[in-house]
């Protein structure tokens, strides 16, 4: 039998890659206090640094974000709800205004203010964080890691795992929010166990 040929497609890697394909992310939106008032980014490129309660995302110095959290040492941060698709995008409206749209913007959406830090949270989201800065590795070309360890989280009820809900079910009726990088979303309502091999730990 003949072998197929490979429909393998090579890329150049002399320029970014990333928008040759789709990829899955997360998309939180991460809250932080501004020099007179506050800040919403939404972000992709996120996600847990390891088994314990720490977190990172990739941010700019080109951003406010960046400046931010270094200044004040504390992040919050949102995970939305698939209906909250637009608000997640609209965060990102004040880095794009001119200064006196900035305040307007952000007075349209639902916040409301993380109990133990001076930043908000996107209101009515299934999941928040208050997270401490622990530092920033710069290096990725224009972009760094900015790593935190949470010190409180908070979870919508609803999306709560516990031993008698069953899993499918609970995702059907809570479902959750991927981006689909670039430019692209999915509302996540079906899911599959996954075929851990036996005596799997983390």
């Known amino acids: 039998m003949a072998k197929k040929e490979s429909s393998l497609v090579s890329l150049d890697v002399g320029r970014p890659i990333w928008e040759s394909f789709f990829t899955i992310a997360p998309l ?3 809250g932080t206090k501004e020099e007179g008032g506050y800040g919403l980014a939404p972000k992709h490129m996120a996600t847990a640094l390891g088994q314990d309660n720490f977190f990172g995302f990739v941010c700019t110095p ?4 960046y400046h931010n959290v ?3 040492g504390y992040f919050t941060v949102s995970f939305p709800k698939p209906n909250q698709v637009v ?3 609209l965060s990102a409206s004040p880095r794009c205004e001119e200064a006196e749209h900035r305040k307007l913007i952000l007075e349209g959406l639902p916040l409301k203010m993380a109990p133990s830090v001076d930043a908000p949270f996107l209101d009515e989201s299934y999941l928040f964080f208050e997270c401490e800065h622990i530092k920033t590795v710069d290096g990725f070309g224009l972009y760094s890691l900015i790593c935190g360890r949470i010190t409180s989280a908070f979870v919508d009820e ?3 795992r516990t031993s008698d809900r069953d899993e499918q079910e609970q995702i059907y009726h809570s479902p959750l929010l991927a981006y689909l990088a670039y430019g692209r979303f999915a509302e996540i309502r079906e899911s599959l166990a996954f075929p851990f091999p036996r005596d799997f730990k983390n």
Do not use: D, M
């Not at 080109?62 to 974000?65: F, L, N, S, V």
């Open 70 to 72: 270094a200044r004040e």
């Open 28 to 30: 939180v939106v991460i």
């Open 62 to 65: 080109r951003h406010g974000t």
């Open 158 to 160: 609803e999306y709560l």
């Open 87 to 89: 608000l997640a995008s």
